[in-house]
């Protein structure tokens, strides 16, 4: 059976790479054949190129970004399902929280980044607190959703055998939440590198916005371009180990 | 009241006295397990149980039937500890008056559903009151897989439930039920959503093990047949709210055959029985339509 799990997704993956080949190859012609300007669209093979010429600053650029990414998803994961368990075990709590957090997630997080950018300043610390208010509301109210999915009677059995409050949370309601838990962390992942390089646009010392930003400003599309696709691998790899840690502990769906 | 101390009185051995301290004081081995008396329960305007009687004495298998909604799971939950009766009700557990609550932890109890955790295997849910209760995994584990043969699932003790037909899922969580050891069981229809091949087989196979480990149940069924063929009395329960109506001891032979359901005394029983079920059912249908 793993053996057939494992052919089937590499297929897939040959077929992934299949389909980015075959892009790649349309773009190129596009953009040689048209002879388009690069502010339009330049050719992959310069773009190709430019990261290599560039490699240097944009694996600068790129670690930036995904320690502020990463260090905010974490702490935006952790401070969403804590506060999520607290809201379950305290019900008076929830009628008032739960209304504003989805108030407040219903606004795009980026409205908060001047201020964010004002109160913790243009260094790393903006970006990474930006990140974790990205993240935590997601994160909060997919907890609260899988925490709710508990079955009543499920907590009655176990209750049968004797469990406190604790035990059922451990026990059964956080397992029972985790496939909805995991599923808005992998939602976030990308998430969190998004909020990441817009709020690095708005203001930073370093990282992949504050490069594609610049390269703008210096008219350097290819450099832009090449920011771009250093985004778009660390947003994928980041996609992919929360997926793979999905598919990994939540085997039973 | 009458018909549940008739047949207490009668297990005495004194039939004759009618009070029912002294046939407690007399009957010492035959002192009920657990005991209800006057318990009602009522949820805002509906009564779900009124007056209810009943007394259960250790090693007897226990099948209650009745209309559907007459408080079959209300006393269920009142005897699994999940539920408080209304105040002026009478719950001794071996001769001490309790409190539904204290009977939380002290029943094993076996929901409808078999209610297994998906990201548990086999042996883990049939473990898991004994975890709840503090036994180290490696031990519960030991416990758990020599007991698993018996229940019919060696060798599948690291399969999921979502790998389990129905039948073996019901047995995981019977097992589940059988490793928490308790004086009672309480079994809430626990064959009800299977075919009914599988279920004479579970039926048939509870027995064996309810002989073999010597344990008190009581079993709630919609299925007459399966109450008369397990239970050493049936209760039948009034509709809403719930008394019982009628309770019938089974003095049919054990070990039982399946084809015990063709004899003639099984028959007549299933006629006294169906009669005083159809009668409720009839007052909770006509109440429903009113």
Redesign the interface.
Request: without cysteine.
């Given at each position: 059976m793993s053996a057939s799990v494992s052919s089937d997704s590499l297929r897939q993956f040959s077929r992934g790479i299949a389909g980015a080949l075959l892009v790649a190859a349309v773009w190129e012609l596009c953009a040689r054949g048209l002879d388009l300007p690069a502010y339009v669209l330049p050719s992959v093979s310069s773009i190709l190129a430019g990261l290599a010429s560039d490699a240097g600053s944009l694996l600068a650029a790129a670690r930036f970004t995904a320690a502020e990414s990463f260090t905010g998803y974490a702490i935006g994961c952790l401070a969403g399902m804590t506060a999520a368990v607290l809201v379950t075990m305290i019900p008076s709590a929830r009628s008032v929280v739960v209304p504003l957090a989805t108030a407040i997630n219903s606004v795009p997080v980026v409205a908060y980044s001047p201020l964010v950018l004002l109160w913790f300043g243009i260094g790393m610390a903006s970006k990474i607190v930006m990140v974790a208010i990205a993240v935590s509301f997601t994160i909060f109210l997919s907890t609260i959703a899988g925490l709710d999915r508990v079955?009543r009677?499920?907590v009655?059995?176990?209750?049968?055998?004797?469990?406190d409050r604790f035990?059922v949370l451990w026990?059964?309601r956080l397992?029972t939440a985790?496939p909805l838990v995991i599923a808005g962390m992998r939602v976030s992942t990308v998430r969190s590198v998004i909020v990441a390089i817009v709020t690095e646009m708005l203001g930073a010392y370093g990282g992949l916005g504050w490069v594609i930003y610049q390269a703008v400003l210096q008219v350097d599309f290819v450099k832009v371009w090449a920011a771009i696709i250093v985004a778009s691998a660390i947003s994928l790899a980041f996609f992919g180990a929360i997926s793979f840690v999905e598919r990994r502990y939540v085997?039973?769906r | 009241m009458t018909l549940v101390d008739r047949d207490f009185q009668g297990a005495a051995g004194d039939a004759g006295t009618k009070d029912l301290a002294s046939v407690q004081d007399t009957a010492g081995a035959e002192r009920p397990l657990i005991e209800l008396r006057q318990v009602s329960k009522t949820f805002g305007t509906v009564k779900a149980l009124q007056d209810l009687e009943v007394s259960i004495r250790p090693g007897e298998l226990v099948t209650v039937v009745g209309p559907s909604g007459c408080g079959k799971s209300t006393l269920f939950n009142i005897l699994a500890g999940l539920e408080e009766p209304d105040p002026g009700n009478i719950l001794r557990l071996k001769g001490v008056s309790s409190a539904a609550s204290d009977l939380l932890g002290k029943v094993s109890f076996m929901p409808q559903r078999d209610l297994l955790l998906p990201w548990r295997n086999v042996i883990d849910n049939a473990i898991l009151a004994l975890e709840i209760e503090g036994m180290p995994r490696a031990e519960a584990r030991k416990l758990a897989m020599d007991m698993l043969p018996e229940f019919g699932l060696a060798g599948f003790e690291a399969q999921y439930p979502n790998q389990l037909s129905g039948g073996m899922r019901q047995r995981v969580a019977l097992m589940r039920t059988f490793l928490f050891k308790r004086d009672l069981m309480l079994l809430d229809e626990p064959f009800g959503a299977l075919d009914a091949l599988t279920r004479t087989m579970m039926q048939r196979w509870l027995l064996d093990v309810w002989q073999k480990h010597k344990r008190t149940v009581l079993f709630i069924t919609h299925d007459v047949d399966e109450a008369i063929f397990l239970g050493d009395r049936v209760l039948v329960m009034t509709a809403r709210p719930g008394r019982i109506k009628l309770e019938q001891v089974v003095e049919l032979p054990r070990p039982r055959k399946a084809n015990i359901v063709t004899s003639l005394e099984f028959i007549s029983l299933k006629k006294t029985l169906l009669e005083a079920i159809e009668e409720e059912s009839m007052k909770s249908f006509q109440v429903a339509g009113h």
């Open positions: 079955d009677k499920s009655d059995l176990i209750r049968s055998f004797g469990a035990t026990r059964l397992p985790l085997f039973w | -």
